[in-house]
């Protein structure tokens, strides 16, 4: 089994900054991608940054130029600095690990639970 946990969420003015980071452990050979995923009520999930492990990433078009998605691919993690802050921005994040448990396993997708971000107006 795979675990991610995330932290860094909290309550925010308009302007302000945040950044999130997320954890993986457990039954782990390689980790293809890492990104964050977000959902505001009565909203679908929708990604807001994806890495791959080779560097590659992309970014939704409402986030672009305001925030930044990095990894650490030794420790298993990876972080969200959000910069400029919207009232928008409000949701729940999402880690999500793109990961396989041994050499050749099939890879599968693993979620966190969710941290908070909350973004005054």
């Known amino acids: 089994q795979v675990q991610l946990v995330e932290s860094g969420g909290g309550l925010v003015q308009a302007g302000g900054s945040l950044r999130l980071s997320c954890v993986a452990s457990?039954?782990?050979?390689?980790?293809?991608?890492m990104g964050w995923y977000r959902q505001a009520p009565g909203k679908q999930r929708e990604l807001v940054a994806i890495?791959?492990?080779?560097?590659?990433?992309n970014y939704a078009d409402s986030v672009k130029g305001r925030f930044t998605i990095s990894r650490d691919n030794a420790k298993n993690t990876v972080y969200l600095q959000m910069n400029s802050l919207k009232s928008e921005d409000t949701a729940v994040y999402y880690c999500n690990a793109y990961c396989n448990a041994y050499r050749f396993g099939a890879f599968d997708d693993y979620w966190g639970q969710g941290t908070q971000v909350t973004v005054s107006s």
């Open positions: 890495k791959t492990k080779g560097g590659n990433t």
């Open positions: 457990g039954s782990i050979f390689s980790i293809n991608a």
